[in-house]
């Protein structure tokens, strides 16, 4: 007997699914926000050297003051970084007369532009000039979290429980997030920031995968899609939340507080009967399926549903095993699916978040593009959702990245100037990345068994993760060559179409229970 075949009859996507996704879907509206945080926390506004009101300019205008202390830069814009040694009075009446004048680094500090940000990082801590790495380097560090605590969350997860581990998350993530949001310098933000993205992760990997094991064979596409669109919501509803709140402290708070409905729904969240039977709990495994009976009324359908009915499910494996990240590399077939399935998820994530940071890159206002990269994830993922029972997942993935590696290409070509339409092409690749993303997500939670699901899509998370520290990073290559950080997204774009071809059809299979079943040897 297969668990399928349970599914069958307790209902495969009845009330109790519908159940489970929605609260999954309430619980991860504020990971997009902690994800795309850093983009406007971080943000540089405009700055100059700050220059005294009184004492050698008694009488000049704010607008003289700086023509004689702040040098221009060759676009024409006061240098944000310098000053002159000093005054230079004559720029009053020839602004060109500035050769072999000595500037000196900001002595007292820095004067910002408030009109985008009340305050970021970069305004907290005078983060600019030669410090501006330090602002940036947060993006980084808050992933480097996520990728540990992807590890972590799905080692423990098919360890202890997914329910569990997803309580630990919610709790854990939300603490250290409220605890950053009122930091006192920059190593202790930091550091409460990467434990924020080392627990947040848990309730990616987690939820998704609870969602996956409950439901048939059927509704699994939509189980992911609709999952995946969660996180197209709370990405929408961030754009207004990141206008009228502006002030970083405070913006943290308010992405972080929704974790309390999260922590609230989690009561009615069931354990994984899947993972419950593959490590022999078949009472609470009956307990579970009874309750979905239960909820969905197919109580009369399922008679003979005893624990001694489930014990025939998983005969292969030892129920005691414990089963960790090593399984996902002892055996040929186990050790090519995470490889593939791990590279495909790097390169996935440093096109799709090399887009997503890129807020700023196209000249236009932060907040509209953010709006339009966030609102773009829906048609790509409402054209995943019925493209993959009728194409399959393969194509579906490949065809996507093909198609993001065209909106790269392309942007790569349009002259600089024109950057209302680079925005659209790009908001275009955008649509195609979060699509790609969202079905990666679903077909590996298909590929790995059960014994290890949680293991493998938390080593592909951690491996995403690695993608999405590297993505800022790719972007500041422009310093050596303005095309070169949009070179490095299509040729990740490439590379993952590439991947993505290698892995088997998973369109209308049962779910794999066994490291066996994935080699074969039943």
């Avoid at 000039?129 to 380097?137: A, W």
């Avoid at 290409?409 to 955008?430: E, F, Q, W």
């Avoid at 951690?462 to 990073?473: C, F, K, Q, T, Y």
Wanted: hydrophobic residues 50%; charged residues 15%; positive net charge.
């Amino acid at each position: 007997m297969k668990f399928e075949d349970i599914i069958a009859d307790v209902g495969g996507f009845g009330r109790f699914q519908k159940m489970i996704v929605a609260i999954s879907f309430i619980g991860r509206f504020t990971l997009p926000c902690h994800f795309l945080l850093n983009s406007f926390i971080a943000a540089v506004p405009a700055h100059h050297c700050l220059v005294a009101a009184g004492g050698l300019f008694p009488n000049l205008s704010q607008a003289d003051r700086l023509a004689v202390s702040i040098p221009l830069e060759e676009d024409g814009t006061r240098s944000s970084c310098r000053m002159f040694a000093e005054p230079q009075y004559h720029l009053l009446f020839n602004t060109s007369d500035v050769t072999q004048v000595l500037t000196l680094p900001c002595l007292d500090g820095w004067v910002y532009d408030n009109t985008t940000f009340k305050s970021t990082l970069a305004t907290q801590w005078d983060l600019v000039c030669d410090q501006r790495s330090r602002s940036q380097s947060t993006a980084t560090i808050f992933f480097v979290g996520v990728m540990f605590g992807a590890v972590t969350f799905g080692s423990l997860s098919d360890r202890f429980g997914r329910r569990i581990m997803l309580l630990t998350s919610y709790l854990s993530g939300m603490l250290f997030a409220l605890a950053s949001a009122f930091a006192t310098s920059f190593l202790m933000f930091a550091v409460l920031r990467f434990l924020t993205g080392f627990c947040i992760t848990g309730i990616v990997i987690v939820s998704l995968v609870l969602c996956v094991e409950w439901v048939d064979i059927e509704h699994r596409k939509t189980v992911g899609i609709f999952d995946s669109l969660s996180w197209t919501f709370g990405s929408i509803c961030f754009v207004p939340i990141a206008y009228l709140v502006k002030d970083w402290r405070w913006l943290t708070v308010a992405v972080t507080l929704p974790v309390l409905l999260g922590v609230f729904t989690w009561r009615w969240m069931p354990e994984s009967a899947r993972w419950l039977i593959a490590n022999g709990k078949l009472e609470e495994a009956h307990l579970c399926l009874v309750k979905c009976a239960k909820i969905n009324g197919t109580e009369a359908l399922c008679p003979g549903l005893q624990p001694e009915t489930l014990s025939s499910i998983v005969v292969t494996e030892k129920k005691s095993r414990v089963y960790s990240y090593l399984d996902l590399m002892r055996t040929p077939k186990m050790r090519r699916l995470s490889l593939c399935t791990g590279s495909l998820w790097f390169t996935i994530a440093i096109a799709f978040y090399g887009i997503t940071f890129n807020i700023s890159g196209f000249g236009l206002n932060v907040y509209l593009t953010q709006l339009l990269y966030s609102s773009a994830e829906v048609p790509g993922k409402l054209s995943s959702f019925f493209l993959l029972d009728r194409i399959g997942r393969k194509r579906t993935q490949v065809g996507m990245l093909t198609m993001l590696a065209v909106s790269l290409g392309i942007n790569i070509l349009i002259p600089k100037d024109m950057s209302t339409l680079r925005t659209m092409v790009a908001v275009v690749g955008k649509g195609f990345s979060s699509a790609s993303f969202c079905t990666i997500v679903l077909y590996s939670s298909e590929l790995f068994p059960t014994v290890v699901r949680q293991n493998g899509m938390g080593f592909n998370s951690s491996m995403a993760r690695m993608g999405v520290a590297l993505a800022p990073l790719i972007l500041l290559l422009d310093d050596i060559w303005k095309d070169l950080p949009q070179l490095v997204l299509f040729s990740s774009a490439v590379l993952a179409a590439i991947l993505a071809s290698q892995l088997s059809e998973t369109r209308g299979h049962g779910l794999p229970e066994t490291i066996e079943d994935v080699e074969g040897k039943k």
